[in-house]
T-cell receptor, first 115, second 109 residues
Framework: GAGVSQSPSNKVTEKGKDVELRCDPI?????LYWYRQSLGQGLEFLIY????????KSGLPSDRFSAERTGGSVSTLTIQRTQQEDSAVYLC?????????????FGDGTRLSIL | TQLLEQSPQFLSIQEGENLTVYCNSS?????LQWYRQEPGEGPVLLVT?????EVKKLKRLTFQFGDARKDSSLHITAAQPGDTGLYLC?????????FGKGTTLSVSS
């Protein structure tokens, strides 16, 4: 596709359930990033992929959070045993090559609500 | 821990006014990016500055990177309702970006 695609756009689930969030980056982009945006907060870095490897997962808030990327393309962010504080917008971005001076192209995010 | 502080947090102005948004840190960044985000959408890159003292202009928007690469500013001339949105600065730190909390701008006609 032309841009970064994320699904679902909205997810409502009960506390304690597991959720999977999907990101389809721009074709050919080697770097992929996950961020979390809570109300009134900026974007919080979660994890970065170069190809299928995650050289930097320092932002994952707990071991309930995990992510993988397959085929150098699609990535899935999984949250196990969800808690109410996990409610936020989860944003995915990709860039052609890694590097903090590279433009990052964002999807429109998944709005996650934990009841 | 590297932090970026943005000010003001909220700004409500009339069409035609000028405004400046600030992004400050005690840390040095290799680059500084500015993004604009509208409700329900992801941030969209406006500009990247990499050299201390650099000034870039994008139509009515002027971006400046501080000489010491610790701060940046965004100046909008003659604001229009279409400029309404959340403006985010992001500092380069390795391969990741450190984002400020943003400035919410509302321009009324």
């Amino acid at each position: 596709g032309a841009g970064v695609s994320q699904s679902p756009s909205n997810k409502v689930t009960e506390k304690g359930k597991d959720v999977e969030l999907r990101c389809d980056p721009i074709s050919g982009h080697t770097a992929l990033y996950w961020y979390r945006q809570s109300l009134g907060q900026g974007l919080e870095f979660l994890i970065y992929f170069q190809g299928n490897s995650a050289p930097d997962k320092s932002g994952l808030p707990s071991d309930r959070f995990s992510a993988e990327r397959t085929g150098g393309s699609v990535s899935t962010l999984t949250i196990q045993r969800t808690q109410q504080e996990d409610s936020a917008v989860y944003l995915c971005a990709s860039s052609l090559v890694p590097g903090s001076n590279q433009p990052q192209h964002f999807g429109d995010g998944t709005r996650l609500s934990i009841l | 821990t590297q932090l970026l502080e943005q000010s003001p947090q909220f700004l409500s102005i009339q069409e035609g006014e000028n405004l400046t948004v600030y992004c400050n840190s005690s840390s040095v960044f290799s680059s500084l990016q500015w993004y604009r985000q509208e409700p329900g959408e992801g941030p969209v890159l406006l500009v990247t500055v990499v050299t201390g003292g650099e000034v870039k202009k994008l139509k009515r928007l002027t971006f400046q990177f501080g000489d010491a690469r610790k701060d940046s500013s965004l100046h909008i001339t003659a604001a229009q309702p279409g400029d309404t949105g959340l403006y985010l600065c992001a500092g380069g730190a390795g391969t990741a970006l450190i984002f400020g909390k943003g400035t919410t701008l509302s321009v009324s006609s």
